[in-house]
């Protein structure tokens, strides 16, 4: 079985030694074949890590079996994002590995802590979903706007625009705004 070991660190000045050391030491001792080992040196928050995208790229051309890191936190920075990462190699045929959770996709208990990252992930959007329903609400009860700022637009200009033989998109395009912007204030007047 092949295997590809991906490790990470925050910053240039911390060391992988420790994390590919143990993926190492786990794939010799189950005489596991190595394809590549992919190193990112980035912020787990940052959602462009090159080590990462290749891993993944790799993966849809099925060049290894299984993705071994040393511990979860290290493949996702969030929940969401590591089960989309999750989903996308299960979708592949892939399996995971997390060494310091003891974790494999390939086994029933580990396709069961998948399943409760997917419910953990629906749980947490649904949860953003609320607040963000609940403070949109409290704002309009004190009066604030919400959503996109409110546009005076001349309705005669846009009308004589209109019966000049000008496109939709001409004249949202004089009138710096969306041609949309346009169609939904002719369909007012």
Same mark, same amino acid.
């Given at each position: 079985?092949?295997?590809?070991?991906?490790?990470?660190?925050s910053?240039?000045d911390?060391? +992988?030694? #420790? &994390?590919?050391?143990? $993926?190492?030491?786990? =794939?010799?001792?189950?005489? !596991?074949?190595?394809?590549?080992?992919y190193?990112?040196?980035?912020?787990?928050?940052?959602?462009?890590?090159p080590?990462?995208?290749?891993?993944?790229?790799d993966?849809?051309?099925?060049?290894?079996?299984?993705?071994?890191?040393w511990?979860?936190?290290?493949?996702?920075?969030?929940?969401?994002?590591?089960?989309?990462v999750? +989903?996308? #190699? &299960?979708?592949?045929? $892939?399996?995971?590995? =997390?060494?310091?959770?003891? !974790?494999?996709?390939k086994?029933p208990?580990?396709?069961?802590?998948f399943?409760?990252?997917?419910?953990?992930?629906?749980?947490e959007?649904?949860?953003?979903?609320?607040?963000?329903?609940?403070?949109?609400?409290?704002?309009?009860?004190?009066?604030?706007?919400?959503?996109?700022?409110q546009?005076?637009?001349?309705?005669?200009?846009i009308q004589?625009?209109?019966?000049?033989?000008?496109?939709?998109?001409?004249?949202?395009k004089?009138l710096?705004?969306?041609?949309?912007?346009?169609?939904?204030?002719?369909k007012?007047?």
């Amino acid at each position: 079985m092949k295997i590809a070991i991906y490790a990470r660190v925050s910053s240039d000045d911390q060391k +992988t030694d #420790l &994390q590919l050391d143990a $993926i190492r030491s786990y =794939s010799e001792n189950r005489e !596991l074949s190595v394809f590549k080992e992919y190193v990112d040196r980035i912020s787990g928050a940052k959602a462009d890590r090159p080590a990462l995208n290749e891993l993944l790229a790799d993966a849809r051309r099925k060049r290894f079996d299984v993705v071994v890191v040393w511990k979860i936190d290290r493949l996702g920075r969030s929940v969401p994002h590591l089960l989309s990462v999750l +989903t996308e #190699l &299960q979708a592949l045929g $892939i399996g995971f590995v =997390s060494l310091q959770e003891a !974790l494999d996709t390939k086994t029933p208990a580990g396709r069961m802590v998948f399943t409760f990252l997917g419910a953990v992930a629906e749980f947490e959007r649904a949860i953003i979903a609320e607040r963000v329903k609940a403070g949109m609400s409290a704002a309009k009860k004190r009066g604030k706007h919400c959503g996109r700022p409110q546009m005076c637009i001349n309705e005669i200009e846009i009308q004589s625009m209109k019966e000049q033989g000008m496109s939709l998109r001409k004249i949202a395009k004089s009138l710096g705004v969306s041609h949309q912007t346009i169609a939904n204030q002719l369909k007012a007047v």
